[in-house]
């Protein structure tokens, strides 16, 4: 099958459905215009911070567009590229939208604060459980992406030393120059073409600069250098650092998505990949519910959740706002997820075998190609795609860690902070809080990011479940339409604990056979269950709560 008409039906259906059963969602929820946002009554000019529709837009786009889109779609391919395209277009429309736009929707209506009103505490340690396993994941990536050494031969440098070091470079450039966008802004408060020209201005100037200055470090010291750059992103201003790098990136995803789309439509290659391999796969396992862990971000991801209600809540200027950020970002993120299976599916060998690399390899390389057929050099190119690939781990680590960080402080946080115990106190300082965050998260890199992405996308998965639950409760006690949130509920509990207990078990067989090393199966063991103990207490905390209350019982 052609590869562009794969991409223009699933164009057609997320269009569609953001128009059609997005904005149905928003006149059934409520959205009211005229209602004081958090970011208005709370401004603070730190986390609360009352911004441009596109500009939330922007950084929730560039928030959740992580490696999961790009990682989970190739991988699941090994099913066949049908399954994986029913479940991206399906999941993003009924599942990932939904959630993420609720769990916004919810946090706006709850004055900034996280989702999970019910048994909050509870809900609070496992998203800042979650935080870490997000933390070590992607950063153990965004270091690999970077690293100018061959893994094989230590020491030695890697044929793609030099197109990493740029990426590298230009990475550190972007946030440099985000930080001069930021205060620009403040001063003279840039709008529409002017600010759009001025952040183009910053992306070139970093790509120039980084292209002809590489840096070539190992993997651990772009591990230092990306914990040192997440901490300031977790504990500076929004305005200063994380809002402008996240509009700089937008335009820098746009052009890739449309160098990707620009690509399929001249080369219209085949969908070389096959259509469908069966229930059971040898190295994957079977098709429920691997399927729906391993896809991940491009249909749903519990993640998104953590950025509605964590960041883009509390800078929401409008609810107006609401639908484009929360459903909108989403379904944008499963057309991502739809050209990244494209682009593999033409890389792939006419008798079906997969292209050899990682999926970000294969996406890289792939768009790489069609933008040299439009004349761009090799270098130039290769460059441009590291960057982007690199830049969707990125922007979401830099998310995750000031949500890990705010989750912390939320758990220690009470009413009366003036006159609270100076533990207390000290637990909720936010570069306290930060420190610990992302000292946990530093340990568990050293597990390796191969063996933690099976964990994240169990967990990852079994929070959006809850989040689904808990947006069940929010609704029904406000009076408003909750029943079209039952089947997805119902679904994804069934493949996260499914998933979960899965994992568990080859865990503990891996222990059993004395092949476990406590470092990497030991750490995942004790996080598996942990999640899997919170989950149940969440799901029944909120159950009570979903058949106890009647409609109306709080304020709308």
Partial sequence: MNTLVIVLIAAVVLFAAYVLYGRWLANKWGIDPKAETPAVKFNDGKDYVPTNGWTVFSHQF???????????????????????????????????????????????????????????????????????????????????????????????????????????????????FAVIFGLVQKKFNLSGWKEAVFGIVCIVLSFVIGMNCPLEFSKDTWSYITFVYIFFAAVLPMWLL????????????????????VGLFVAHPSMNLPVY?????????????????????????????????????????????????????????????????????????????AAVGTPFAIFSSGVAGFLEMFGIPVYGAQCFMTMCVSALALTSLDSVARIGRMSFQELFTVDDMEHAAGWRKLLCNKYFSTIVTLLCGYILTQIGYANIWPLFGSANQMLSALVLITLCVFLKVTGRENRTLFPPLIIMLCVTFTALVERVIALVKAYGAGTAVFLVEGLQLIIAILLMVLGVIIVISCGKELFRKKAGQETK
């Fill in 277 to 353: 391999t069966g229930f059971n796969n040898e190295t994957l396992g079977t098709m429920f519910p691997i399927l729906f862990v391993t896809v991940a971000c491009g249909a749903v991801s519990g993640f998104h959740s953590l950025v509605s209600s964590g960041t883009s809540s509390k800078t929401i200027a409008n609810e107006k706002d609401m639908q484009k950020v929360g459903y909108g970002a989403m379904v944008l993120e499963s057309l991502l997820a739809v050209l990244a299976l494209c682009v593999a599916g033409a890389a792939a060998s006419a008798d079906g075998t």
């Fill in 62 to 176: 560039s928030s959740i567009a992580g490696a999961g889109p790009v990682t989970g779609a190739i991988q699941a391919a090994a099913f066949g590229w049908l399954p994986v395209l029913l479940w991206v277009l399906i999941g993003g429309v009924f599942f990932g939208a939904v959630t993420d736009f609720g769990a916004l929707y919810v946090s706006v209506k709850n004055q900034g604060k996280y989702i999970g009103k019910f048994g909050r505490k509870i809900f609070l340690l496992f998203c800042w459980l979650f935080t870490l396993i997000v933390t070590a994941a992607f950063a153990d990536m965004v270091a690999g992406t970077f690293n100018a050494y061959s893994v094989e031969q230590p020491g030695t440098l890697a044929p793609a030393a030099a197109t990493n070091g740029a990426a590298g470079m230009v990475s550190i450039m972007f946030m440099v």
């Fill in 242 to 261: 994380k809002q402008p790098r996240d509009y700089m990136t937008t335009f820098m995803f746009i052009g890739m998505i449309a160098g990707a789309v």
